[in-house]
């Protein structure tokens, strides 16, 4: 399979350079990625929660695989996730939709997301998962269901982000290469 480019212009000296993204993972794998994430979630991940929120494995997968596809096939993983997500919930279409609007967006900024620095995987992993989070607690308002406790439901998001962004950042920092070529997704 051939490597993906990103055209960078540095404004200074002029020059246009290459940057080698990380290869999209073969369908396979991200099957069993995807398969793995959604067992991990409906059965380990709650043992694992703290305050309200859980480690959310599904958020993971779905940010692995976006930061290394085009936005249509990260659309389309972050969908079917979604979709895995909501079958195994009553949720309707809550996490289909903010799960793939959070693929998307990422598979557009990937390779601007440094891994070598711990603390910027931090806030980006925090960030995604929080936004997956507020994404889905406004489609379900859409749906017409009530959020009762809204304040018990940030609360729960917010510790959500925290806890997936520490559980994302070890695992980059234990296994580097799933941050792909060079250091960057």
Do not use: N
Not at 84 to 111: H, K, N, P, Q, Y
Not at 155 to 173: R, S, V, Y
């Amino acid at each position: 399979m051939s490597s993906s480019f990103r055209i960078e212009v540095r404004p200074r000296a002029g020059e246009v350079t290459k940057v080698l993204l990380a290869e999209p993972p073969p369908w396979w794998v991200a099957t069993l990625a995807l398969a793995g994430a959604l067992l991990l979630q409906s059965t380990v991940a709650p043992l694992l929660g703290f305050r309200g929120g859980v480690v959310s494995i599904v958020a993971l997968v779905t940010m692995w695989f976006a930061l290394r596809s085009r936005p249509a096939s990260a659309l389309a993983f972050g969908a079917f996730i979604g979709a895995g997500e909501d079958a195994l919930g009553t949720t309707g279409a809550a996490w289909t939709i903010a799960t793939a609007l959070v693929a998307w967006t990422l598979s557009r900024v990937r390779g601007h997301v440094p891994v070598d620095r711990p603390a910027l995987v931090l806030v980006a992993i925090a960030s995604a998962t929080l936004a997956r989070s507020m994404l889905a607690l406004a489609t379900l308002a859409l749906e017409g269901r009530p959020l009762a406790g809204i304040a018990t439901h940030l609360h729960a998001a917010l510790w959500q982000g925290l806890l997936t962004a520490l559980a994302g950042t070890a695992l980059l920092l234990a296994v580097p290469r799933l941050g792909g070529a060079r250091g960057r997704y």
